[in-house]
């Protein structure tokens, strides 16, 4: 099905706690359409209804709305442990707190706690900003060391005609990248792509 190449967009809402993640996000999916020579004009808040009635008023034949169904940013983990201890974290996905596969060094073997429980530092603790390093000597022989997580964002869209309200194309899509804001580019250049109509 061919379509016009002149479509509105509502604004992207943003994802509940991250403020300005929508404004993002629209900016996006602004960019990706005028590259692929598609004419676009956002529209104002207001709901599906009201964008539908402001599509129509501006005299579009079609427009979109797309929200987020998934948004976990990057993150980094400050890890302390002794040097001879032998343990890997693994970052969960969705914010929960990561876990810790062996926290006992390769000659000493304890009891066994209930899985996951740290044995130094109190466990993992979320840190903000910093360059991500591999280790460094704090103390007596103690070490600190940062991990990383990925961001992980997903979003689901809808192209509907302005007469009649149909959904002509509808998609969705999540993406894993080091950052969001890479993260939200995947999305709405995948989104963007699979678009009906002439690019």
């Given amino acids: 099905m061919m379509i016009h190449n002149q479509i509105a967009l509502a604004p992207v809402p943003d994802f509940p706690g991250a403020p300005g993640s929508g404004q993002a996000a629209t900016n996006e999916w602004v960019r990706q359409m005028m590259s692929g020579k598609i004419t676009v004009q956002v ?14 008023a501006k005299g579009f034949n079609y427009f979109i709305v797309a929200s987020y169904t998934r948004y976990q940013k990057d993150q980094k983990y400050v890890i302390n442990q002794v040097p001879s ?9 969705y914010g929960a707190q990561p876990y810790v596969s062996s926290p006992y060094s390769t000659t000493n073997y304890p009891p066994m706690p209930p899985f ?23 103390g007596s022989g103690l070490q600190q060391q940062i991990l990383t997580s990925n961001a992980s964002v997903g979003m689901t869209a809808q192209m509907l005609e302005v007469s ?36």
Avoid: C, H
Avoid at 43 to 56: H, I, V, Y
Avoid at 85 to 93: I, K, L
Avoid at 126 to 135: F, K, L, N
């Fill in 43 to 56: 529209l104002e808040g207001g709901g599906f209804q009201a964008a539908r009635d402001q599509a129509r």
């Fill in 85 to 93: 201890q032998v343990a890997t974290y693994y970052p969960p996905a």
């Fill in 116 to 138: 996951g429980t740290p044995r130094y530092g109190g466990g993992p603790t979320p840190i903000s900003g910093g360059t991500p390093t591999t280790s460094t000597t704090m």
């Fill in 164 to 199: 009649t309200g149909n959904i002509i194309w509808t998609g969705a899509y999540t993406y894993e990248a080091l950052d969001v804001e890479s993260a939200v580019e995947g999305i709405a250049s995948n989104l963007v792509g699979s678009l009906p109509g002439p690019k």
